[in-house]
């Protein structure tokens, strides 16, 4: 507990420290947005939902089925079943068109600043090492001009510097990883059931043009 303390002596960390801090506020800022949308606003029970929506085009009911889509229309899923549906009656290649381009604009918004969330924990990381080293360039530094009575003061001082900045990055970094990771997780499951429901919806759609 109390090397926590120390880690966060800003005083102990020099303006390293506080470029850190600068990058786990923006860190902090895009995984707030990324886990409102893809958690809470992008995110649906795929599989019901589409259970909804075949049963209703199974009974040729296609506008209980947009309807369906209205009810959960914030989902990703939804929002490219929507717009397939809105072709219901058009012919095979306008509304595989549609589903189409529904993706490609869903697609950028689910998968937006996740890279992003990525460099800047890697660049967190490397500013702890970059305040290591400078921390020990410090205290070296120290030993070869320093006077007698200062030396083990700039010493501490170096040697502060070079932990407390190490342990800073790794303690933004660490945690900011870990959600990216579970980010990453559920975003590809959307993108995978757009993927799956769409192709079904376009399985489902042929077949009703066919009877």
């Not at 090397?3 to 470029?19: D, S, T, Y």
């Not at 707030?32 to 992008?42: G, L, Q, S, W």
């Not at 083990?152 to 933004?172: E, H, P, R």
Request: hydrophobic share 55%; net charge neutral; glycine share 6%.
């Amino acid at each position: 507990m109390e090397g926590l303390k120390q880690a966060f002596a800003w005083e102990n960390g020099g303006i390293w420290m506080w470029v850190i801090v600068a990058v786990s506020v923006i860190c902090l800022a895009l995984l707030v947005e990324r886990v409102y949308y893809i958690f809470f606003k992008f995110n649906t029970n795929a599989r019901q939902f589409m259970d909804a929506v075949q049963r209703n085009i199974v009974s040729n009911n296609i506008d209980g089925a947009i309807q369906v889509c209205n009810a959960a229309k914030s989902a990703a899923v939804a929002q490219v079943i929507k717009a397939g549906l809105a072709r219901a009656n058009k012919t095979e290649l306008e509304i595989q068109n549609a589903i189409e381009e529904a993706s490609l604009e869903i697609t950028p918004l689910v998968t937006r600043f996740m890279p992003a969330i990525a460099s800047l924990a890697n660049i967190a990381t490397l500013l702890g090492l970059l305040g290591t080293i400078i921390g020990l360039i410090n205290a070296f530094s120290a030993l070869e001009s320093a006077a007698p009575d200062e030396r083990q003061q700039k010493l501490s001082a170096g040697i502060a510097i070079a932990m407390n900045t190490t342990a800073m990055g790794l303690i933004v970094a660490i945690p900011t990883l870990t959600i990216h990771v579970l980010l990453s997780i559920y975003a590809k499951k959307i993108l995978d059931d757009i993927e799956l429901y769409s192709t079904k919806l376009g399985n489902l759609l042929g077949q009703r043009a066919a009877k």
